[in-house]
């Protein structure tokens, strides 16, 4: 349900809705607007008529229900879109926010060198993966603490802020001490226990959509999130499964204006996992910023051909900095700045 508050409505009267919001036993989730604030009351569906009876508190002007079943998530919830602050950065404003790296830190000598030239060619975010979920474990499974110094040194080193993924609940703290920007990778999309955990800090989420689940579902698993508190969520297509075998994954532009019809929440699109292979990056990124997305995570390597994972989808610092050029009139026509 969501409790709108009278306009000007003073705080004690607000203090109050919140206590008996809690009092019924659902959480309150707290949107302070200019005009007015509205406070989403979320918890069992079932005996959510009672909220109803709020309507007849001081400063309250209406309550209504939320139909979607991914609540705080959606553009019931809260119309205007939502930018999420990191640092200086705004994800999810004007100007669009380009995550650039390496799949994997694999070295001092390599992350340092990657950072340096994916800074000079304009990116605002270095990725990097400490921990590796990877599909065989005989494969590299990250340098894992080790990375998340590294990472750390290369954004002392750039300026850089740093997204690097947590794969487990009990990791989540250790990576928040480092990163500026926490991924839960497609492949924990439904890590309900994962996705309670980082819901219960205040740093920002970089939530990849898993390769196949629906839109719905993915929103569901933002929720998890944003029920704990943490409402610093930022969504990232990374490609579905489908029937298709030349290319590693379907990048779904469609989920672009879907996602953004549905939720408040940014919504980044990586090409590299998109679509698996270095040539089909550059089109599909551009495709990606003209179908609105609010940035792009790709990957980049040194040299692709030594990379411990992902060189086939990386580009090197050449490709990536002419591509970097090449977005600008995409963005420049899709209204944002670059
Ligand atoms: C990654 O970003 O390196 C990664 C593993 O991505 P995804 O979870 O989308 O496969
Ligand atoms: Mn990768």
Known sequence: MIIVMRAGAPEEQLQEVIRRITELGYQPHIIRGTQRNVVGAVGDERGKAR????????????????????????????????????????????????????????????LMETAQVVKEAGADILRGGAFKPRTSPYAFQGLEEEGLRLLAQAREMTGLYIVTEVIQPEHVELVAKYADILQVGARNVQNFALLRSVGEIRKPVLLKRGMATTIKEY?????????????????????????????????????????????????????????????????????????????????VHMRPEEAFSDGIQSLKPKRFLSLMEELKPFAEAAGREM
């Not at 200086?88 to 390599?110: K, M, N, Y």
Request: with cysteine.
């Open 51 to 110: 909220l109803q009876s709020l309507e007849s508190l001081p400063g309250v002007e209406n309550v209504v229900p939320i139909l979607q079943p991914f609540k705080l998530a959606s553009r019931e919830f809260k119309a205007d879109k939502s930018a999420i602050r990191v640092g200086d950065l705004e994800i999810g404003g004007d100007r669009l926010t380009i995550i650039a790296g390496p799949c994997s830190v694999e070295s001092e000598a390599q």
């Open 219 to 299: 929103l569901m698993s933002a929720e998890y999130i944003l029920s704990q508190g943490n409402y610093a969520v930022i969504l990232c297509e990374r490609g579905i499964r489908t029937f298709e075998t030349e290319t590693r994954f379907t990048l779904d532009l469609n989920a672009i204006p879907v996602l953004r019809k549905m939720t408040h929440l940014p919504i980044l699109v990586d090409p590299s996992h998109g679509t698996g292979h270095w040539e089909y990056v550059g089109p599909m990124a551009k495709a990606a910023i003209a179908a609105g997305a609010d940035g792009l995570m790709i990957e």
